[in-house]
């Protein structure tokens, strides 16, 4: 119907169509006790179907009288924090903007309620779809404004921020208050996840406490799924896919659900375990925004990368170091220090200075002793320099401790009390396995001079006998290279040790009984393959997987193990044969060339802050 060239149905009046009298004049008869004007007014902004000129003109009488919206008008207040704003004009987006400006100014006391306001649309909506009285849908709201939504989120922090500069007291609270449920959809966890990493930029001073708060969810995330679980799920569906791949599709049905093997992303990579896949979103916006806070133009910041390196260490130590079971939030150091040497070095100089500390608690000595065998053993862009300087202070250690307890009376294998022993044992037993070939390539006569330089039959020979203790894998490997290289004859030891598998202890109750055979030092490989399928793409080309040495007798019992959609399996601890690329260790010279080829770093397509959504 067109009405004087106008679109009636679509178009709204000219005239906004208002009751009561002005805002001032309402808070005016307030105070005298007449509230038929105050809650018109409340009525009318709770209209769900207000006007853009009538959300402007309401803005606009509020500005005039801001001052006098004190504590007692907080209910008409939170009616106006409610005002549909965000996917409005350019026009309503302003005035809103303006009147956030003006009521944190003139009445702080509503701080906390902006504050809210925003970081409340930070995830997208819930769009439930009724057919009848059924629910049949509660997805995200797939809005193609949402991005420009979250630019005005954005702007709004910022105005409130300018304003207010002690913003960033009250704010952290708020951030992680709204933080979605960890089992809310990836959608939502990505975007709130983006938009707090978004916070971090223009609030430096709050970039630590988003980081640990982010990487605290990650982790809840994470430990939950453990990796067998995870290797079980998406092998199970990758043969289920293969499977159905097979079968003519005679009758090709339309479905509204998709396969779970389907995905929206543009590289297709999705995991079928939930969790998994809620895990791997939000890993990937993490190393996203590492790699573009660290680089500017395509080249390393290095002042930028040190100050965001200082923060994600202190992270590690705080939340990340004291975790069991993590599989997969500790590689974002992994990928950070692949960026520069100095990062590597520095890390691993971090991770021995607190395993060196006899202050530190056990449980993290021993922790950071694993997470330096793992990252030498693991990181295909550390230089075997570092890898022996790292040696140089692990086995000198080694020798002093079994010095300080030959002649004492607690010389015996007991984890309890040699727990960070035996754990610096499994360090260097499992780095030499992965970089014996790397210290002996180029000059065989010089690098088995350094690797009988070590003393390891020393270590082996010793009373507390390491090699009951550590992880069978490790052992039979470590006892088969250096068996090749005539270093240690570990197998007397180890076939006396499976005689004495099962120890009989005392009870604290009375009488004998008979452990169970269970190892502590069974999850300090804390960079074991990495099983996500978008983040994993990142860490790939940095990732030196397990090849088994062929010219070794090596008597491990071979575990079945399923194999699935992950590709190029890295079987060490099952005692399988994997395939994978075959460079160990890196020159100098190698590793800056390695970390500017496109492929090492694994960028993403955009920019992290220009991420679309």
Excluded at 5 to 29: E, I, Q, S, W, Y
Excluded at 290 to 301: A, P, Q, R
Excluded at 424 to 440: E, G, M, P, S
């Amino acid at each position: 119907m067109e009405i004087e060239g106008r679109d009636f149905l679509n178009t709204p009046p000219k005239k906004t169509v208002r009751f009561g009298g002005t805002v001032a004049n309402t808070l005016a008869k307030l105070q005298k006790g007449d509230t038929s004007d105050y809650e018109l007014i409340k009525h009318q902004l709770s209209d769900p179907d207000i006007k853009d000129a009538q959300i402007i003109s309401w803005l606009q009488e509020f500005r005039t009288c801001v001052t006098q919206l004190g504590r007692d008008h907080e209910q008409l207040i939170y009616v106006v924090l409610k005002l549909p704003w965000l996917g409005r004009s350019q026009a309503v987006v302003e005035e809103y903007l303006a009147f956030l400006s003006n009521l944190v100014s003139a009445q702080t006391v509503y701080l906390r309620a902006c504050l809210r306001m925003v970081i409340t649309n930070f995830a997208p909506k819930r769009i439930r779809i009724q057919e009848g009285n059924v629910d049949i849908s509660d997805s995200d709201d797939e809005d193609e404004n949402l991005p420009r939504t979250f630019d005005h989120c954005h702007q709004a922090l910022q105005l409130i921020t300018r304003y207010v500069p002690s913003t960033s007291r009250f704010l952290m609270p708020i951030l992680s208050d709204k933080f979605p449920f960890v089992q809310k959809s990836s959608r939502t966890l990505e975007c709130y996840v983006h938009n707090l990493l978004r916070v971090s930029v223009y609030i430096p001073d709050l970039r630590r406490d988003i980081i640990e708060l982010i990487i605290s969810k990650m982790l809840t995330l994470d430990v939950s799924a453990p990796r067998s679980e995870i290797e079980e799920v998406e092998s199970g569906a990758q043969q289920d896919a293969n499977g159905a791949s097979q079968d003519d599709c005679l009758f090709d049905m339309d479905e509204e659900e998709d396969s779970p093997l389907d995905s929206s992303r543009p590289d297709g990579a999705v995991m079928v375990h939930p969790v998994a896949e809620r895990l791997d979103t939000m890993m990937t916006v993490l190393l996203a925004y590492i790699k573009d806070i660290c680089h500017v133009n395509g080249s390393l910041d290095i002042e930028k990368t040190k100050a965001l390196y200082k923060d994600l260490v202190s992270v590690f130590d705080k939340v990340v170091l004291p975790t069991h079971a993590s599989c997969h939030v500790q590689y974002y150091m992994f990928y950070l220090c692949s960026f520069r040497l100095g990062l590597a070095e520095a890390f691993l100089d971090h991770l021995w200075k607190m395993f060196h500390a006899p202050n530190q608690p056990p449980v993290l000595r021993q922790a950071a002793a694993g997470y330096m065998g793992s990252f030498m053993a693991r990181a295909k862009f550390l230089p075997v320099s570092t890898v022996k300087a790292c040696l140089d202070l692990l086995v000198p250690w080694l020798h002093l401790y079994i010095n300080s307890q030959d002649s004492g009376s607690k010389a015996f294998c007991d984890v309890n009390l040699h727990g960070s022993f035996y754990t610096a044992c499994q360090a260097v037993f499992y780095t030499l396995i992965f970089r014996h070939n790397a210290i002996l390539e180029g000059n065989m006569k010089k690098g088995l001079a350094y690797l009988q330089g070590l003393n390891l039959e020393r270590i082996v020979m010793c009373q507390l006998n390491p090699l009951r203790v550590c992880l069978p894998a490790v052992t039979n490997m470590f006892a088969a290279i250096t068996r090749k290289y005539q270093l240690v004859f570990c197998y007397t030891i180890i076939e006396r040790n499976n005689r004495n598998l099962l120890p009989v202890v005392s009870n604290s109750t009375g009488g004998n009984s008979v452990s169970t055979n269970t190892n502590p030092l069974d999850t300090f490989f804390p960079f074991d393959p990495y099983l996500l399928k978008s983040s994993g793409k990142l860490i790939e080309p940095i990732y030196q997987v397990w090849e088994e040495p062929s010219d070794c007798m090596i008597d491990v019992p071979k575990k079945k193990v399923r194999k699935g959609s992950m590709e190029e399996e890295d079987d060490f601890l099952h005692g399988g044969t994997p395939h994978g690329d075959s460079g160990v260790g890196m020159t100098p010279g190698s590793y800056d060339s390695h970390l500017h080829s496109p492929r090492s770093v694994g960028s993403p397509p955009v920019s992290f802050l220009q991420r679309p959504f």
